[in-house]
């Protein structure tokens, strides 16, 4: 199958390279294997053949967000207003009868829901971590998996 690059032009480009350099108007041109160019539109070489977006007036190109702190569940939104002491022993519900198979799938929807807002790489605790890890690589997402570690004198934690 061939490799489809795609320049995305005349846009304003940030970068996090070590000098955090901005380009206006710049591109970037990449492919399914990473960025290949990027930098003043002048001096871009846009690939023959490439699909191109010219971004001119309309396009700000920004490398993909981090969430520093993520908690993958399928009980996102379940209890919204509840204080963190009272709300603890309803999530340790879920992780009592949790199956990698859950824990793969809440991995999936809670990455794809990441990617979809602009996230590209995530800190993630959770548990089955290897399901985290299967679900991060399926859709390309940068993942670091990090195991629980919570003591309360009067509440009952689940092991991991």
Not at 83 to 107: F, K, N, S
Not at 108 to 122: F, R, W
């Amino acid at each position: 199958m061939a490799v489809q690059t795609t320049a995305i032009t005349n846009s304003f480009v940030v970068t996090v390279d070590p000098g955090f350099r901005c380009f206006s108007p710049g591109s970037v041109v990449f492919d399914d294997r990473g960025i290949r160019a990027i930098g003043p539109s002048g001096d871009v070489v846009v690939p023959a053949g490439a699909r191109v977006i010219d971004g001119r007036g309309r396009l700000a190109v920004l490398p993909g967000l981090v969430d520093v702190h993520s908690h993958s569940s399928l009980l996102k939104g379940f209890s919204e207003n509840a204080q963190l002491i009272d709300w603890l022993p309803e999530y340790q519900r879920e992780h009592q009868v949790l199956t990698e198979a859950d824990a793969y799938h809440a991995c999936l929807i809670s990455y794809l829901e990441a990617l979809k807002g602009g996230t590209t790489t995530v800190l993630d605790m959770y548990r089955f971590l290897p399901q985290g890890a299967r679900a991060a690589e399926q859709l390309g997402l940068r993942v670091h998996l990090v195991p629980y570690a919570a003591d309360h004198p009067t509440k009952k934690f689940f092991e991991t």
